[in-house]
């Protein structure tokens, strides 16, 4: 079955970069994602990246896909206080109907 | 900017009861899901809704789980007879504009209602 995977604690010192790792097992992946999710709050999209690309770049965040090893990464460059949150890797298979979730991994900022 | 949100945001039931949780979707989204997380567990899918029917559900979502939109805003799931394994936190999802496929991978999700059975 589908089995997605994320270390659970990362902790940073402020404008240092942030790498979150995910791995994941099934290799019909269509679509990856990056979520983050802040005390109280609903889980927030961040970024996501079809599975034929192995790179994307949207402002502070790199998301790198290695579709060999079946790992996906979300680096955060210069991490701020309130990048501090969980974040949350998932998988959609097939189709865009159910994602599949990482269990989050927490990242504290420390300043 | 438009996004997802769910009344109430904790709600307290005894065993036995029957509860509804209730979601308003982004307006001009065409899909919605239900997605939980018990404590401390991963978020699993429930179920995903379009056209106003089922398009697919998981193990979890069993007979005792259903799922409504009863107006063009609203979209709920309903537990008939809840049970101390269903305390968790719902998260409503929804996704998809009209003519647009590449919006329909992009799930907005709401910030969740947590549900304490005792």
């Known amino acids: 079955g589908e089995d997605v995977e994320q270390s659970l604690f990362l902790s940073v010192r402020e404008g240092d970069s942030s790498v979150i790792n995910c791995t994941y097992t099934?290799?019909?992946?269509?679509?990856l994602y990056w979520y983050k999710q802040e005390p109280g709050a609903g889980l927030q999209l961040l970024t996501y990246i079809f599975s034929n690309m192995d790179m994307k770049q949207d402002q502070r965040l790199t998301v790198l896909l290695n579709k060999k090893d079946k790992h996906l990464s979300l680096r955060i460059a210069d991490t701020q206080t309130g990048d501090s949150a969980i974040y949350f890797c998932a998988e959609s298979i097939y189709n865009f109907n159910k994602f599949y979730f990482g269990s989050g991994t927490k990242l504290n900022v420390k300043p | 900017e438009p996004e997802v949100t769910q009344t109430p945001s904790h709600q307290v039931t005894q065993m036995g009861q029957e509860v509804i949780l209730r979601c308003v979707p982004i307006?001009?989204?065409?899909?919605f899901y239900w997605y939980r997380q018990i404590l401390g567990q991963k978020v699993e899918f429930l179920v995903s809704?379009?056209?106003?029917?089922?398009?697919?559900k998981s193990e979890i979502f069993d007979d005792q789980f259903s799922v409504e939109r009863p107006d063009g805003s609203n979209f709920t799931l309903k537990i008939r007879s809840t049970k101390l394994e269903d305390s968790a936190m719902y998260f409503c999802?929804?996704?998809?504009?009209?003519?647009?496929?590449?919006?329909?991978?992009?799930?907005?999700f709401g910030p969740g209602t947590r549900l304490t059975v005792t």
């Open positions: 809704f379009y056209n106003n029917e089922i398009s697919e």
């Open positions: 999802a929804s996704s998809g504009r009209d003519g647009d496929l590449r919006s329909s991978y992009e799930q907005y």
């Open positions: 099934d290799s019909s992946s269509t679509y």
């Open positions: 307006s001009n989204h065409l899909y």
